[in-house]
């Protein structure tokens, strides 16, 4: 379905950076790549070469004749799920166009999912356009809204020369465009991300004929704090390795960012804290469930940049905090006290 693009207002959490470096990640490289083995190759050897793991285990599900299951995912922060340009019977979709059970019981308890490849939309929906219903996997996990466009099937046989990166979102220090092995890449996904996802690549130039269709999409689900990155393109096709291993690094430390919300961390009925209303537009009033609570807190609200954008070393439980300056966005909120302290995300709109 073409048309004018729909601008949202973005809406996500991150966690708060400390002042102290966040380290490597422990992830699962899934190989679901049945066409041409040296692409997988390819990526895995560029995401080894970034130096940002501390583990990356490979699964071969083509060998498997499998995905990975729920227990084995669940050791690892990060699941990286690479299908290349395979659209048929992928074991992202269990091999059979279905919702991967293991995979979503992952995504529920938190863990965090990075997939790419040019064709795992069409593997499991056919042909664009389609729109997403709420429960969709790909709305609910992705956060896709809808599968708009594929480059060469959509663009009079062209495919999409450039892709053009969106500045200012959390995918941060990756190349301004990326261009391919190829004069065009055909049957990369163009997209439109539900209201809280962050675009973070586009289709391009602007003269071309699907431009400004969102190709690399970044997502945070607010429910299960679980988060993921698609690329909607094979990162195999781009031209220079350098490139590749910057763009590959950028979205790494994205969710290294993530760590200390991810699997282990993730359930909300850990946090003590209770913010109300949240989502907010006007005022907010915090509140603690330790019956040890102190009088008095030291409040600080950090934005997506681990930016402290408010703060109030003595904020007593339960009185008014006006938000009425702050951005539409996610924020995370975090309160000391002498005897305990807290975070939980805050959402302003």
Known sequence: MKGKFTMFIVIMFIAFRSAHAVGPIRAMFVHDNSVFFPNTETVFNSLQATNEFD???????????????YAEMSDYR???WYTSS????RYFWNGDDSDNQELMLYLESGGMLWVMGNDFLYDRYGAAPVIFSEGDFA??????????VQSYGDD???????????ENFPVTNVPDTLVWIYETLWWADGCTGVNNAIPFYRMGPADYALAGY????????????????????????????????????????????????????????????????NPASDVVRINIKSQDADE????EIMDQSGKIVRKNNNYKIMSPLDVRSMLPGAYILKLTGQ???????????
Request: proline share 4%; net charge neutral; hydrophobic share 40%.
């Open 339 to 349: 005897k305990t302290a807290d975070s939980k995300v805050l959402i302003i709109r």
């Open 139 to 148: 709305s609910y996990f992705l956060g896709i809204a809808e599968y708009n």
């Open 214 to 277: 969102v190709s690399g999409l970044s997502y945070i689900d607010s429910k299960s704090y679980g988060a993921s990155v698609s690329l909607m393109f094979d990162p195999a096709f781009i031209l220079e390795e350098s490139d590749r291993q910057m763009l590959f690094s950028g979205i790494t430390r994205f969710f290294q960012n993530l760590v200390p919300y991810s699997v282990s961390y993730r359930k909300s009925s850990e946090s003590n804290l209770i913010v109300l209303p």
């Open 78 to 80: 990060l699941v990286i």
């Open 86 to 89: 395979d659209g048929v019977g």
């Open 55 to 69: 583990e990356l285990k490979f699964f071969n599900a083509i060998d498997s004749l499998r995905g990975p299951t």
């Open 296 to 299: 008095y807190y030291k409040l």
């Open 156 to 166: 009079g046989g062209l495919g999409v020369p450039m892709m053009i990166y969106e």
